[in-house]
């Protein structure tokens, strides 16, 4: 499984490293998803980078506080999502993931 470091977590999702590693903080669903790596860094899979991707999204184009953030990243974990609005939703990530392996690849 793929991980990325911070600055890899930048360049893919244009998030500056420092307000991730602030969100890291912040939000608890995020830290369930970080590995330590070798040396003592912090490595995110696929799944944080999505969340990194919801998080700025929520805050900086819904402008939501991070409060709000939070609660609304804590609902959609609880509700169920319909399962034509999850199609699109997995579809659209894979998008993403792709368009996140070309950049790596190239």
Do not use: C, H
Not at 61 to 85: F, H, K, N
Request: net charge negative.
């Amino acid at each position: 499984m793929d991980r990325f470091n911070l600055s890899q977590v930048e360049r893919i999702t244009g998030v500056s490293a420092n307000k991730v590693a602030y969100w890291l903080e912040e939000f608890p669903e995020l830290q369930t998803l970080t590995y330590g790596g070798e040396s003592g860094e912090v490595l995110l899979d696929y799944e944080a980078l999505g969340l990194v991707l919801r998080i700025q999204l929520l805050l900086e184009e819904v402008g939501l506080t991070i409060a709000g953030a939070r609660r609304q990243i804590e609902l959609d974990e609880t509700s169920e999502p319909d399962p034509g609005e999850l199609r699109e939703r997995l579809l659209r990530i894979r998008q993403e993931l792709v368009q996140v392996r070309q950049i790596l690849e190239g």
